[in-house]
């Protein structure tokens, strides 16, 4: 994070520490072969989540939000001492500028 985006980090109880496990966890939970039933039976995927085995869209959507989570939240943190000019030199320095400008999105 330090490297990436300039943010330091706490040695215990880091919220970015923290919210990479929790995305790595869903992403080892999710690549798990058999842990959702509709890796066995694809057509699971056409029924709704309140239905029986249809549970597995429910954990999804909590997936994909803490990785968007992990992915915008350190780059919003960045934005963020840009404008209150605390600028650590960072990786993201100069992409997070353009961003800025309206060149590019991340």
Not at 45 to 66: C, D, H, L, N
Request: aromatic share 12%; charged share 20%; net charge positive.
């Amino acid at each position: 994070m330090a490297i990436a985006y300039g943010i330091p980090i706490q040695s215990k109880n880091d919220p970015y520490i923290r919210l990479a496990q929790e995305s790595v966890k869903s992403i080892t939970d999710s690549a798990t072969p058999g842990h959702f039933l509709v890796n066995v039976i694809p057509s699971l995927k056409y029924v709704p989540e309140f239905i029986p085995g249809g549970g597995f869209k429910t954990e999804a959507r909590r997936f994909k939000q803490s990785i968007e989570k992990l992915l915008n939240e350190p780059f919003q943190a960045l934005l963020q001492a840009m404008v209150i000019l605390i600028l650590v030199c960072c990786l993201c320095h100069e992409n997070a500028y353009f961003a800025r400008a309206g060149y590019c999105y991340r």
